[in-house]
């Protein structure tokens, strides 16, 4: 400005813009002039409910300024009582920068960034008001609102003290000045004078005052008016600001006490400097008083200095030097009250000060005498959740090992593998943000709230290094720097302003303490905020509308713009850099990638801050009705981004569609996809670019193995509130009920999510049954359903509650339900039922109300009583179990008659010791004990939690009682609860709704925010190990007398029955010798002490938690192979599922006793220790699962989940890997260049594969059940699928895509579907109502069918199978065996005739020649001409007229037809019967060949002979097939009529022919077969039952067969001769039996053989032989220990098998305490060894190379594991339960058969 002259003395602001015309000025919202009676003049009135709503602005335009110099800035206003007012000042500081100064009765506290400081105006009140005594006993004014009695005021403010004191900033000018509701506003001014409102002119003029000394009155034209003899004071407010008052313990703007003004009584005001005064220059703002009223006689000359004359002098450390602009121009002092410690915020730079602080310990207990033991009692184990405040933050560890994450207050980090847990715990609120420093060694988190703290972890020690305030009310963002230096945090503060705060964490990583580097405000939103790797000083936001570019220098935050051009409207989510750029890259390379919730992603040039490209996620495939001409590259739906990370190698997308794509870095491929069952929140990629971690906003976190193409899910969470648990003690399932409208089943063990149920009624509340795999859950409609785990289903239904289901509970004993609901009434049901029936119902008997669930209900351990809070919730009711008549009431509130209320129960619980005893939790925070005999008071608890209690449990032994009261659990000493002093813990962040111990006493589960599983330490009593195992399951027993079984290792003699299974003391086993230790190696996960034995299993021991991981769908679309499972997500619970269809030709996939294992991880097909080589065997189960294409030599049929190709014309093999359920049938387009597969009996999944190259193009799931059908246009644009019974529906589908194009549901079954290959658009499909035609409109947007019903003369019989003739008709087959002509035009039939006394279910139709095949077998050749000609007729021709319809060959095949394929002139072609068998027909030379043949039945044994030239299998249809390995074709077939033969063994090569089969067959016989005369040699029968395994002698010189009683027969090959019987095993089925060849003489016995002997008993015996001496001698016995289990059937085999590298050695599994394998040492008596398994194992084989093992599970997972290091693969190629695998003898080969399945592997090794 060129001068400033002219504001000398002062500015009338309001007039300099001439306010009142609103030219230069501006006004908003509710503004008004009035008349004040007080000042008697024209003042504005500022209204609104909102301040910033209504408001004046001077000047009008942001782009003019005000100009004035004056330093200190007046208003004259009085704040509205009872509202928020608000005013900002914007001024100028050196270089042109913008400082804003606001104050408001809104703020809470100080605050200030580098250009806004934030000031708390506390109003004052009228003299001697009650408001100001309360502010004067509070020493300073209250904060909110005006007072009613708020005064008229003079504000002055010393702007140039205020910027230098507060940002060391020189003041040059005000910019602008706003002043928001609500207020009224006389005038505001500027001057350079301190002004005196209360200072008369004659005043002045009397103590000679005047403008030349710097003060002065106020003009006229700004006074108030005085009464006469009033005084200024007496009327109005005058605060100073900054002012030379009292110290405030924080900045704000107010009326201070006018006692305050000197610091001591008598002492004056104005005095000189001394030399004890403490000066301070600056950096102590964050303890200086703000406020002052000014009298008269305190008014200084401005170059006079406000000095104390008695300080208290601070000692050097505390004392801070220093000439500042306040040295200068205020003189501020400071003195530091004795009773309040002086706690510096900050310096003249801004950075404030924080101290470091431990993390919270887990648990708290205080001192006492008496302390409850162990302690800690509780350990955490585990927890079940994900999110909480933010599902937007999972980490990988630089490893890529573990990943971190937070559930709710609680961060855990994960190991992959194994999925074990540790936890970093310390927060008080749920966790909002979480970030790494570059090498991840220091981890930071937020948490949400008002007392929002940011804490730094060492993560691998997992401690807190420091704790310190976020400055903000609660941050949504943190990011680190690379080298951990820089810490950015974005939040909001108390007004949901935007906060952007940088703190320098480089001490405090260290130990030390953290500063603030800088912070700043923000209107603009940021979603998120990054630090850039490449420098800690420079950052990226993005946010809705914006993207923009920080920086840090010189202690302030500047941020500028990217200029997004066109994009400038967009909603940005995410920002990355491409982390492939080297980090000494010029800043002018980098690149940015920005996402959008539009679907944009942008690709942004940092250095021009501009956008550089652009690009856009939109639906691959829209509807007709949905697609606009008009559409742009801006509009239209394009799928929202949530999140962005980028690799050097490629790009990943997290999705609101549920998708992970993987992407090329230009984004012109997609790479790989995985589906979620949510929108993908977050996705980051690993360290190594070799995994991406995927979290969904519905709990869901997992993560993508780039190399294998397989997703592994880590956690799966609720995502609301757990209302509820239950905990199923024998199968070890844990369900809960949840707000999110879940009821999910998880194995405990595994944290495995087996089941979720979902319902639209609200689950409240769940109970397992005790001893079925049944649980009930309540709802809060009053339903209450009863599911059974096992099929997944719905049992029972009861509606008979009119609220809320609050308690549910069974009956110890099983036989009886209770359920109870919020309106009062108890229903009993009758739970030995599967119906669960009602007894009786009675109202009005519980309390009402929602507050006890969801147990509200107390059953004793007798089952002879129920206990409830009822019907008042002051009374306790005990009534009868068994008919709910009631046996007592108990009127708790007088038992505390002193109280002032009356106290009502929460809680019952009965306790476990005696059915005498009921605890009772009540409102008045105690725990009653009273007697259900007398109901007397025997003891009570106060002061239990300090909040009422919520869930209360007492221990099996009745030693502990657990309590829960909002946030933390407590462990009582139960007898002694008023003596020793209870330990609590926290870690829920939410208050916990149940708390309960595990059946078997190990463990303690909490559920509130999530579920908590902890580890209860405590040691079980001595008396109660008659009553539960030392095991970690409740289920195990001993023997009726209490006593252990001693586990007979070797040295004794074998028992003549077989006991119960009893509960054992784990063997004792130490170490082996050095010699065979170095043999074996470490074996994985269980290597026991070398120096030492392994102590037996205790009590207290905790479990090993085997890792468990689940797969999601993930479709390759350039070269995977999709894992998709036959589980549906969601259980869907209809009763009224349609039945299937009475026709052989609708798909049935086979029953399947155990779902595949989501819970493992395959490896990259490159790294695999075996490799497929062939698939032997055909799946006569499918229904049209084989093709052949004659002119392009392609054949293709399915066997499992395997769809097998053969090129014809190279003679190659290979194997479509990606289904894990059967395949029920398949297509091969036209061109033979594509080919689709539908697998899966539950939510199917079809896949599209690309021929040429073996590789999945994309996969799709839409039908509910099975796929029956599949079918591809003429033109391969377009496939049609067809649902099964359960789902009739016609999906159409886009062959190239792979999208859904429409669909149409039909009323009834659909058995087959065809498309018309003259005319475009039509297809036809068969089935239970007819024939429909179908026409699919223009695009493919609609399906539009016209049904048809079959022809009278077929009577009402199923339409089966059809087929278009090239001239407009087509040809239909009946369940009848009849075929039918139909005129497509005229949509009528035409024809008919009987072709076949059974069903047809193939028909193939080429030129005038008619394919049927059928349930008879009969595979029929017709010459249909004379159809053409009758086509024309007006009526259906009858059945007797069809003469000319001639049958030109025939032929009865082995099996029922399920699939054909012929060329075009049916000369030859290959069908599929359902015996297994592809067969190739050729009509023109009448030769039939059997192409490819498997079992029928299931597949029990697989043998090799020695030169592995060949292998024989066994099948439970009675047959032995003999194979040749090189070609696999079948050599010779030996089959036994109504006989399962189960097991075979080869013949040695020491016998005399080592070309003899031994098998054994279900009714005891033995046969055995010669090869080379393909005659059975002999048949004899050593057992009266069944032979169970079978084994010939290392010398072949005897056959050693058992049976399903425990007997083995030794019989001669030669004479059948049984020369003895072993019974030491009798009682129970023997499962392994082996013969070796070993000296035995080093262990003390004659014998050149030993032969053991394995039995379901878990009894291994081993024997040391010499057949020609007819010697067999006891060498060893082994029991192994186990648990009680009543199903018998379905337990797992117990197996043994001698280590091929040392017969000493012998290798075992079984049903026992853990799913383990164990090395036994028979020279050390001991074992030695252990490999803990995921699965019980069904099979297992040792390779005599590579120290491998082979084990097969009920799971599906053949694993394959490398004993001397311990690793292990699995592989998931089988659709069903593992039966049998088999190593061939040089271990270059592995057999695994899965029911029907044969699959070879090649054994490359690990």
Request: aromatic share 8%.
């Amino acid at each position: 400005m060129a001068s400033t002259g002219w504001q000398n003395p002062y500015v009338n602001i309001f007039k300099h813009v001439k306010v009142e015309e609103w030219r230069r000025s501006a006004k908003a919202g509710d503004v008004s002039s009035s008349m004040d009676r007080t000042l008697r003049c024209p003042v504005f009135l500022i209204k609104g409910p909102v301040p910033t709503n209504s408001y004046i602005l001077v000047p009008k335009s942001s782009n003019q300024t005000l100009g004035l110099t004056g330093r200190y800035f007046y208003l004259l206003f009085r704040p509205t009582p009872g509202k928020y007012f608000m005013v900002h000042l914007d001024v100028a500081v050196e270089e042109g920068q913008a400082v804003r100064i606001s104050f408001s009765n809104m703020f809470k506290e100080f605050k200030s960034t580098a250009t806004w400081l934030q000031f708390p105006f506390l109003c004052g009140a009228a003299k001697d008001s009650v408001y100001e005594k309360t502010s004067r006993s509070a020493r300073q004014g209250l904060v909110g609102p005006a007072p009613a009695s708020a005064r008229w005021t003079c504000l002055m403010i010393d702007l140039c003290s205020t910027l230098s004191f507060y940002l060391n900033r020189h003041y040059t000018h005000l910019k602008s000045v706003k002043l928001c509701a609500n207020m009224a506003v006389k005038n505001m001014f500027t001057s350079d004078l301190l002004l005196d409102p209360a200072m008369t002119f004659n005043e002045a003029k009397l103590r000679g005052l005047s403008s030349s000394r710097g003060t002065g009155p106020i003009p006229r034209e700004m006074s108030f008016p005085v009464p006469k003899g009033g005084f200024w004071n007496d009327f109005y407010d005058h605060i100073k600001f900054p002012s030379d008052g009292t110290k405030l313990p924080f900045d704000s703007i107010q009326k201070p006490d006018p006692a305050a003004v000197n610091f001591f009584p008598g002492t004056p005001s104005c005095q000189k400097n001394e030399p004890g005064a403490a000066r301070i220059s600056g950096p102590v703002q964050h303890r200086v008083s703000i406020c002052q009223p000014i009298d008269a006689s305190k008014l200084l000359p401005r170059n006079r200095t406000s000095v104390l004359s008695s300080v208290p002098e601070l000692s050097p450390s505390d004392s801070m030097e220093g000439d500042g602009p306040l040295s200068r121009d205020a003189g501020v002092h400071v003195y530091a009250r004795p009773q309040v410690a002086l706690r510096p915020h900050g310096g003249s730079s801004g950075d404030e000060v924080f101290c470091a602080s431990e993390s919270l310990p887990v648990a708290s207990v205080k001192e006492s005498e008496q302390q409850l033991l162990p302690d800690p009692i509780l350990r955490l184990s585990r927890i079940i959740g994900f999110g909480g405040a933010t599902a937007g933050d999972a980490l990988w560890s630089q490893s890529g090992e573990e990943v971190v994450y937070p559930c709710h207050a609680i961060i855990v980090s994960m190991k992959i593998l194994s999925r074990e847990q540790r936890f970093f715990i310390g927060h008080t609120d749920k966790i909002s943000a979480l970030t790494f420093n570059g090498s991840t060694t220091v981890l930071a988190s937020a948490q949400r709230g008002s007392n929002s703290v940011v804490r730094l972890w060492d993560y691998s020690a997992g401690t807190c290094l420091s704790m310190f305030r976020a400055h903000a009310h609660s941050l949504s963002c943190l990011s680190f720097s690379y080298g951990g230096g820089i810490l950015c945090g974005v939040g909001k503060d108390r007004h949901n302003k935007t906060m952007v705060v940088v703190w320098n964490t480089l001490n405090a990583s260290k130990g030390g303490e953290g500063t603030i580097l800088a912070k700043a405000h923000t209107d603009v939103d940021i979603a998120t905020m990054k630090v850039t790797f490449f420098d800690d000083t420079r950052m990226v936001s993005c946010g809705r509308e914006n993207v923009r570019l920080w920086r840090v220098r010189n202690g302030l935050l500047r941020s500028c713009p990217v200029c997004l051009g066109d994009f400038h409207s967009l909603d940005f989510t995410d920002v990355a850099f491409q982390q492939g750029d080297a980090s000494d890259q010029p800043v002018d390379h980098r690149t940015l990638f920005a996402s959008t919730r539009s679907g944009h992603i942008l690709e942004i040039d940092y250095s021009r801050v501009m956008v550089r490209n652009a690009r856009r996620l939109l639906p691959a495939q829209q509807q007709h009705a949905e697609r606009r001409e008009k559409w742009t590259f801006n509009t239209g739906p394009g799928i929202p981004i949530n999140s962005i990370s980028v690799s050097s190698s490629f790009c990943a997308t997290g999705t609101e569609d549920g998708f992970l794509r993987l992407w090329t870095l230009d984004f012109s491929a997609v790479i790989l996809e995985a589906e979620h069952e949510g929108p993908v929140a977050v996705v980051s990629v690993s360290f190594d670019n070799q995994q991406v971690l995927a979290a969904t906003f519905s709990g869901n976190l997992g993560y993508l193995d780039v190399s294998s193409r397989a997703y592994n899910t880590l956690m799966r969470s609720h995502t609301d509130e757990v209302l509820g648990f239950s905990v199923d003690g024998i199968r070890r399932h844990l369900t809960t009920a949840s707000a999110d409208g879940t009821v999910r089943v998880w194995d405990k063990d595994s944290l495995q999510q087996l089941y979720d149920f979902v319902s639209m009624d609200n689950p409240r509340s769940v109970a397992f049954h005790p001893h079925e795999s049944t649980f009930a859950c309540g709802f809060s409609s009053g339903t209450v359903r009863v599911f059974d785990i096992s099929s997944a289903r719905l049992l029972a239904e009861h509606k008979k509650h009119r609220g809320e289901v609050i308690g549910l509970a069974f009956s110890p004993d099983g036989d009886l339900m209770y359920s109870a609901d919020s309106e009062g009434s108890l229903a009993l049901h009758d739970a030995s039922e599967e119906d669960h029936s009602v007894i009786r119902v009675t109202c009005n008997v519980v309390a009402q109300g929602t507050e006890r669930a969801p147990d509200a209900l107390a059953v004793s351990g007798d089952s002879s009583r129920l206990a409830f809070v009822g019907p008042t919730p002051h009374i306790i009711t005990v009534a009868d179990a068994r008919s709910l008549n009631e046996l007592l009431h108990v009127d708790i509130s007088v038992l505390d008659a002193e109280g002032p209320d009356l106290d009502a129960a929460l809680k019952v619980r009965f306790s476990p010791a005696s059915a005498e005893h009921l605890l009772v939790a009540t409102s008045a925070n105690k725990i009653l004990w009273i007697s259900t005999k007398t109901g007397r008071l025997l003891r009570q608890v106060s002061n239990v939690h300090r909040r009422p209690c919520s869930s209360l449990a007492v221990s099996e032994d009745s030693r502990f009682l657990l309590t829960s009261g909002h946030n933390t659990v407590k462990v009582w000493d139960y007898k002694r609860t008023n003596q020793v002093k209870p330990q609590m813990y926290i870690g829920h962040s939410q208050p916990i709704r149940q708390v309960s111990f595990t059946p078997d006493q190990l463990g303690v589960v909490s559920v509130g925010d999530a579920i908590f599983l902890w580890d209860f330490l405590a040691e079980p009593d001595e008396c109660l190990i008659g009553r539960r195992s030392p095991g970690r399951a409740s289920y195990f027993s001993w023997t009726a007398d209490g006593e252990a079984n001693a586990a007979q290792l070797s040295g004794g003699m074998p028992r003549q029955e077989a006991p119960l299974p009893s509960s054992q003391q784990q063997l004792d086993v130490s170490a082996m010798d050095p010699e065979i230790q170095e043999d074996l190696g470490h074996l994985s996960v269980c290597d026991d002490d070398p120096a030492k034995p392994v102590q037996p299993t205790g009590p207290s021991q905790i479990p090993d938690h085997r890792p468990v991981v689940s797969f999601l769908k993930v479709t390759d679309l350039d070269s995977a192979s999709p894992v998709e499972s036959d589980e549906p997500d969601t259980t869907e619970l209809d009763q009224n599922k349609p039945d299937h269809p009475n026709c052989y030709k609708h798909f049935t996939p086979r029953l399947k006793t155990l779902s595949l294992d989501q819970s493992v991880s395959t490896p990259r097909p490159q790294d695999g220790g075996i490799k497929l080589k062939a698939v032997i065997g055909y799946n006569g189960n499918g229904r049209g699962n084989m093709g052949w294409s004659p002119d392009q030599g392609l054949f293709a049929y399915s066997c499992g989940g395997l769809v097998v190709l053969e090129h014809l014309h190279t003679g190659t093999q290979s194997h479509l890997q990606g289904h894990s359920e059967e395949i029920s049938c398949l297509a091969i387009s036209n061109d033979a260049q594509t080919l689709v597969s539908a697998a899966g009996s539950s939510r199917s999944l079809v896949s599209v594969w690309d021929v040429q190259t073996a590789t999945c193009r994309g996969t799709a799931s839409h039908h509910k059940g099975a796929v029956q059908s599949l079918a591809f246009s003429r033109d391969d644009l377009f496939f049609l699928s067809v649902g099964d019974f359960s789902d009739p529906v016609l999906a159409l589908w886009s062959s190239a895509s792979v999208q859904l194009l429409c669909s149409v549901s039909m009323s009834a079954p659909v058995h087959d579907a065809a498309f018309s290959p003259a005319a475009a658009g039509q297809l036809a499909c068969v089935g239970s109502e007819g024939i429909h035609f179908c026409l699919i409109h223009t695009r493919a947007t609609d399906i539009e069918a016209c049904r048809v019903s079959a022809p009278p003369e077929v009577g009402d019989v199923e339409l089966t199978a059809l087929c278009y003739h090239l001239d407009s008709f087509l040809l239909t087959s009946t369940a009848g065996g009849h075929v039918c002509a139909w005129d497509v035009n005229k949509q009528r039939c035409f024809m008919v005739w009987k072709a076949d006394e059974g069903e047809i279910g193939v028909l193939l139709c080429r030129e005038n020649r008619l394919l049927t095949g059928g349930a008879t077998g009969r595979l029929q050749l017709w010459q249909i001409e004379v159809v053409q000609g009758v086509k024309f007729a007006e009526t259906t021709c009858s059945m007797n007229d069809v003469s000319k319809v001639v049958v030109e060959q025939e032929v009865v095949l082995d099996g029922k037809l399920v699939s054909g394929a012929f060329d075009n002139f049916m000369d030859m072609g290959i069908v599929g019967t359902t015996a297994g068998t592809l067969w190739y027909i050729n009509w023109s030379d009448s030769s039939i060949i059997r192409l490819v043949s498997g079992h029928r039945a299931k597949v029990n044994d697989v043998v090799f002979s020695h030169d592995e030239s060949r292998f024989a299998t066994c099948s439970q249809d009675g047959s032995v097939r003999v194979w040749s390995t090189g070609s696999l074709e079948l050599v010779v077939q030996f089959q036994v009529i109504n006989q399962a033969c189960g097991c075979l063994s080869w013949s040695p090569l020491s016998s005399s022919d080592g070309s003899r089969i031994a098998a054994g067959y279900g009714d005891g016989t033995l046969r055995i077969f010669q090869l080379t005369s393909t005659e059975m040699e002999m048949k004899l029968r050593p057992h009266q039952e069944a032979i169970t395994a079978i084994t010939y002698s290392a010398s072949g010189h005897v056959i050693l067969s058992a049976g399903s009683k425990g007997l083995v027969a030794v019989s001669s090959p030669i004479s059948g001769v049984t020369i003895r019987v072993i019974r030491d095993h009798k009682g129970a089925a023997i499962n392994s039996i082996q013969s070796v060849s070993e000296q035995c003489k080093r262990f003390g016995l004659e014998g050149n053989e030993m032969v053991l002997v394995a039995g379901a008993d878990r009894r291994v015996s081993v024997w040391a032989t010499n057949w020609f001496k007819e010697k067999c001698d006891l060498l060893d016995w082994l029991s192994f220990p186990a648990p009680p289990s009543s199903e018998e059937d379905s337990l797992p085999p117990c197996l043994a098998a001698f280590y091929p590298a040392d017969h000493s050695l012998l290798l075992y599994t079984g049903y026992g305490l853990e799913k383990e394998l164990s090395f036994y040492s028979l020279t050390k008596k001991q074992i030695i060894k252990k490999i803990s398994l995921t699965h019980w194992a069904t099979c297992i084989s040792l390779s005599p190379r590579g120290h491998l093992l082979a084990v097969g599970c009920k799971e599906r997972v053949l694993k394959l594991i490398k004993s001397t290091s311990g690793r292990f693969q699995d592989f998931l190629q089988h659709s069903d339960a593992l039966q049998t695998c088999r190593f061939s003898p040089s271990g270059s080969l592995l057999f695994s058969t899965a029911y029907d399945e044969v699959l070879l592997w090649a054994v490359p090794g690990l």
